[in-house]
């Protein structure tokens, strides 16, 4: 977690550089396949770039939102870390922190590999047994970096262009339960527009930082 209390997510493998094209997930592809697919797909492309390895975190961030985003369901996380609340807000104040926490979650990433981008970090993804009619899958994946060894899982939903990541277990602490709690007392006490307002204020002054 940063000093302004937002969790960052925690840097990934390094790989073997690929060209930078649009990510394409396949619909039909097991879960570990789709994780494996967004991680390369995005350290690949900021090691092809000089600009991104020196550690240029605007370009980092066009990176993940090329990369990573459609590999994801963030309106999803956003409803759920948003809780009961969501349920009362207006289409336009949805669509608002929609933007606003995808932003963050962005941003976090690519701070995050930034930090990773000329380390030799492996990864290894853990094939996730599905049923047939599963609508919910955990991936089970592990960091190795200088002998230490970290478990990350991707939890992900079913949807109708394929498995979608949702939610994200570092250290033991599920994302959307960790925001959810952090979003809770803002609600509580000022309101959808009272989170919008602070949302907009975090992104704002991260995207003012050098």
């Known amino acids: 977690m940063n000093k302004h209390g937002f969790v960052c997510f925690l840097p990934i493998a390094a790989v073997t550089v690929?060209?930078?094209?649009?990510?394409q997930p396949v619909a039909n592809a097991a879960p570990e396949a789709q994780v494996q697919s967004a991680v390369e797909r995005v350290i690949s492309s900021i090691q092809a770039d000089p600009a991104?390895?020196?550690?240029?975190?605007?370009?980092?961030?066009?990176?993940?939102?090329?990369?990573?985003?459609?590999?994801?369901?963030?309106?999803y996380t956003t409803r759920l870390a948003v809780g009961k609340a969501w349920r009362d807000a207006t289409v336009e104040q949805r669509q608002q922190l929609f933007e606003q926490f995808q932003l963050l979650l962005v941003r976090s990433y690519a701070l995050s590999l930034s930090q990773l981008r000329e380390q030799n970090v492996k990864f290894r993804y853990k094939p996730a047994p599905v049923a047939a009619t599963a609508a919910d899958v955990v991936v089970e994946t592990h960091v190795l970096n200088n002998g230490d060894e970290i478990q990350i899982d991707y939890r992900m939903r079913r949807t109708p262009s394929g498995w979608k990541i949702y939610d994200i277990n570092m250290l033991g602490a599920w994302l959307i339960e960790v925001y959810r709690q952090q979003f809770a007392d803002i609600l509580a006490k000022d309101g959808i527009n009272g989170l919008l307002a602070y949302l907009n204020r975090h992104n704002a002054r991260q995207a003012a930082r050098p």
């Open 52 to 75: 991104t390895r020196s550690g240029d975190i605007a370009k980092t961030i066009a990176v993940v939102q090329k990369q990573f985003l459609p590999y994801t369901d963030f309106e």
């Open 18 to 23: 690929m060209a930078s094209v649009q990510a």
